[in-house]
């Protein structure tokens, strides 16, 4: 059996092929490109059952990733990440069959090193020397971290505002690391001037086509870790919308495989209140959003007031009857401290946020008594550290702790 079953790159909007086995960014259209793996022939030589004995990790499902030679792989043991149930927030609002996927134990602390993994190993397989980015923090702390290891050269571009935690990972890997005095928007537009003066590979967001791949190895470890069914609802806190895209790419592919039946789960994107471009074109019923001005949330890692890949986003919560939905800042640190102090659990803003969602959900009834519901917590809640501010008690005036 081959090591991976990659077959072609598709123009997400056009559908014409482009050639896997040369380094390639955008299509003819500006569109992200999605890689296409031979379904027929993985149909016939795979099964659920060839997984049993593999490595706890995202790279057990190989065949379906698009790296073709596994000395290549760049690994620090990402993915196969808990889910967990969390039965005393569920019972508390509303949804006792709530879990958590938790993302916040995997290397560098974020579901980006994922797509870290895989978009690097396959740049190294490649060719590519040199990539550059722009972010909002943990991508591009994953991905200087995962280049140091691949060997390659990176070039980091990110708000002043961006996390320290963050700032610090991606400069002591050895990175480029400059900062913007605006939003990853900004970030953005300094690191296409860069990749055209200076010939860097372009590793923005759905700018090239493999960081994808490793988010929806989230999709394909739900699915296994429920037994080869699938919940009722995932919630996915939503900036770029790769990890959502992904998960339902992953999904799909494993309907065409046959190893999961039935309607797929509704995707929701959580967004911000104060940064809801995707909720906004989703409540008119648009394809694509507009440019979210002034944007502004303390889960900054969904602070994105466009997305490349929103018409993606939009699509797969459309074809799964899911929504959009916005919440505030105040619901969010709730959240981290509802998740803390009852499942133990210190989640990120970002999670929190879908937290949040959850429980306006099952208020509205959108979510139904008796849903299987799954949230990602996409990171660590410790590499936020100005998220939330809390005021230890004071011992007595003689030193004493207070009865």
């Known amino acids: 059996m081959p090591y991976s079953y990659l077959s072609h790159l598709r123009c997400s909007k056009t559908g014409e092929i482009h050639d896997a086995d040369q380094p390639q960014q955008l299509s003819r259209v500006g569109a992200p490109l999605l890689a296409s793996y031979d379904l027929e022939a993985l149909k016939q030589d795979w099964r659920p059952a060839d997984l049993l004995g593999r490595p706890a990790s995202l790279w057990r499902y190989h065949e379906l990733l698009p790296v073709r030679d596994p000395a290549q792989v760049v690994t620090l043991g990402e993915g196969f990440t808990p889910l ?13 069959d709530l879990w958590m996927k938790d993302e916040s134990i995997i290397p560098t602390g974020s579901f980006k090193a994922r797509g870290a993994a895989v978009g690097l190993s396959r740049a190294r397989e490649l060719g590519i020397a040199h990539f550059a980015m722009p972010t909002n923090g943990n991508a591009g702390a994953a991905w200087a971290l995962y280049g140091a290891r691949a060997g390659l050269r990176s070039t980091i571009v990110m708000p002043q505002a961006a996390p320290a935690i963050t700032r610090l990972e991606t400069s002591l890997a050895g990175a480029r690391l400059y900062l913007v005095d605006g939003l990853i928007s900004d970030a953005g537009r300094q690191v296409a001037q860069a990749v055209a003066e200076q010939s860097l590979f372009d590793a923005s967001t759905l700018k090239e086509p493999y960081r994808i791949e490793g988010k929806k190895t989230m ?17 996915y806190p939503t900036g770029g919308g790769v990890g959502l895209i992904g998960i339902y790419k992953a999904l799909r592919e494993l309907q065409e495989l046959g190893w999961v ?7 929701v994107a959580v967004q911000s209140s104060g940064c809801a471009p995707i909720v906004q074109a989703w409540q008119q019923g648009a394809s694509e959003s507009t440019f979210w001005p002034d944007s502004q949330t303390l889960a900054f890692g969904i602070n994105v007031p466009k997305a490349l890949g929103d018409f993606l986003v939009l699509d797969a919560l459309y074809s799964t ?47 139904k008594e008796g849903e299987r519901v799954v949230v990602l917590n996409t990171g660590a809640g410790i590499k936020y550290p100005d998220a939330i501010t809390v005021v230890p008690q004071r011992l007595r005036r003689d030193g004493r702790i207070p009865a």
């Open 84 to 96: 967990l149930p969390l039965p005393k927030l569920g019972k508390q609002i509303g949804i006792p």
């Open 321 to 367: 009857d899911g929504c959009a939905i916005a919440v505030d800042d105040r619901a969010i640190q709730s959240e981290i401290r509802q998740l803390a102090s009852q499942e133990g659990s210190f989640v990120c803003p970002e999670g929190a946020a879908a937290f949040a969602a959850a429980r306006q959900l099952r208020e509205s009834g959108w979510i």
């Open 261 to 267: 039946k039935g309607d797929l789960p509704r995707l």
């Open 219 to 235: 999709g394909l470890e739900i699915a296994e870790q429920f037994g080869w069914t699938l919940p009722d609802v995932i919630l």
